[in-house]
């Protein structure tokens, strides 16, 4: 059972092209500064979802990409593989954000993190460091790289550099989410 802190389902900011974000609880890294403390707590989810009700939800969306946030999504890495998997399979991508650097999860003990790791296509890595510039429109501060493994979203590369952008969604119940990557000021 997945422990979620909110989805989604339509953002043109948080990844390529149309993304169903999913927003994980829980986190260990305790950046300062992070912008969603709601979701690092690891003792409550606002939804708990087993994974194939995640990946049905996903697909009958219908994105480009699956953006996997948090929280930390490589605490849950297990149920997150066959997540992966199955909207790989019809044809969406996957992105997720991770506290931790690329080498660390290559590397790591845990089999379900270097799984969750072989189905990504983005893996935007590192720790916030609220006193380093963004520098590319999916990375919180300038010292998180943005890597791309395989072809699906190559023409993207390109265009990453930069600072990000801010959504505001107005869900059906009448309750908004801020999301993205940039800032309100005028600096």
């Not at 422990?3 to 990844?15: D, E, F, M, P």
């Not at 791309?148 to 989410?177: L, M, V």
């Amino acid at each position: 059972m997945l422990s979620i802190h909110a989805i989604l389902t339509h953002s043109r900011v948080n990844g390529p092209g149309d993304c169903c974000v999913v927003w994980l609880q829980g986190c260990i890294h305790d950046c300062p500064g992070c912008c969603n403390t709601a979701a690092c707590s690891r003792t409550r989810g606002e939804i708990f979802l087993a994974a194939e009700h995640l990946a049905d939800d996903v697909i009958a969306a219908r994105p480009d990409c699956l953006s996997l946030s948090g929280g930390e999504p490589f605490l849950q890495a297990r149920e997150l593989v066959s997540v992966a998997r199955r909207v790989h399979a019809a044809g969406i991508g996957v992105l997720a954000w991770s506290g931790y650097e690329y080498e660390a999860l290559r590397d790591s003990r845990n089999p379900w993190q270097r799984e969750l790791l072989e189905e990504l296509d983005i893996l935007v890595c590192g720790p916030y460091l609220r006193d380093v510039p963004q520098r590319e429109i999916w990375a919180g501060s300038g010292n998180q790289r943005t890597l791309f493994f395989g072809t699906r979203f190559a023409d993207w590369e390109p265009r990453i550099a930069g600072k990000g952008h801010i959504e505001c969604t107005i869900r059906g119940d009448g309750s908004g989410i801020l999301t993205g990557f940039g800032s309100f000021s005028n600096a």
